[in-house]
């Protein structure tokens, strides 16, 4: 005869009754998660391609968490806590670059028999690619366009591209350690591209031909440089993958597919962090 439940539960130290309490799947509310998987056609690879967009867009989600905290505390002055959360933002970077391996494993011939269900859909609509662009300090207008269809997305989109940037409260760290930028940075409107500036570049040479003396600006200055590094690795793996696969066919979201992934690589966030690398 089998053993009586509550002497397994004791053998095992488990519990087994958990009738009026939360679950791991309420508190994680795997049942929205778990059936949002709808594929369009019957092809049994759709479900990796579906996997590994929904994947990309939770670790979005997280990065954007931790990149509007590290604003927030660096305005504040509180730069250990904001290091601790850029540390955690390139290692998410490093983490979801393996997904472009797992997409790899999908064929052309494979992906060819579903692509046309994807309609004009495409990652250029991602909206959380763009919030991070935007935290960033990268910013154009015509990315907005895109989303006029959507106000409520819309408005949330234009607030961020309103917000000062990581790049603009690191530069705001620059002057109030008392160097010379250019006041017109200080209080500049938020929603213009940022433009590349010789006082914020004198600067950065300061802190990193002194180090010891600038040690938590030498420090934020290496963040940036490894969240720009990880971003330009994810854009050439996204590229490369998509040569792999569509070869240099237009893309569905309107562009020249390839080409156009290429010219993106182009994009710098911290310009003068960058360039300061030649002068050193
Ligand atoms: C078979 C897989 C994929 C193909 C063939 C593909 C193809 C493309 C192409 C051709 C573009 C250019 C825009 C267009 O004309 O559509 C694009 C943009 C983009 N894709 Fe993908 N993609 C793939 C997977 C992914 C994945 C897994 C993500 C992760 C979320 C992603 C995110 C993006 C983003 C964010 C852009 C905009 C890039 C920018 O404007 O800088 N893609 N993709
Ligand atoms: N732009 C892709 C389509 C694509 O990849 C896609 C379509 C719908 C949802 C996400 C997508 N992923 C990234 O661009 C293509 O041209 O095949």
Known sequence: MSKHLSEMEKEQGVHTDFKNNMTYGDYLQLDKILSSQHRLSDHHDEMLFITIHQVSEL????????????????????????????????????QIIYAWDVLSTLTPSEYMEFRDKLGQASGFQSYQYRMIEFSLGYKSDYILKIYEKDP?????LKEAYKAPSLYDTAIKQLAKA???????????????????????????????????????LYQLAEKLIDIEDWIQQWRFRHMKTV?????????????SGVGYLKKVLDHCFFPELWNIRTKL
């Open 59 to 94: 670790w979005m989600k997280l990065i954007l968490h931790e990149i509007r905290a590290a604003i927030d505390h660096i305005e504040q002055d509180e730069l250990d806590p904001a290091f601790k959360m850029l540390a955690r933002v390139s290692k998410i970077q490093s």
């Open 152 to 156: 409520k997305l819309l408005k949330e």
């Open 178 to 216: 008392g160097f010379d930028i250019n006041p017109e940075l200080l209080h500049r409107d938020y929603s213009k591209p940022y433009q590349s500036d010789p006082s914020v570049e004198e600067a950065w040479l300061a802190v990193y031909k002194d180090v010891e003396t600038y040690w938590n």
């Open 243 to 255: 040569e792999r696969i569509i070869g240099h066919k237009m893309g569905t979201g309107g562009s």
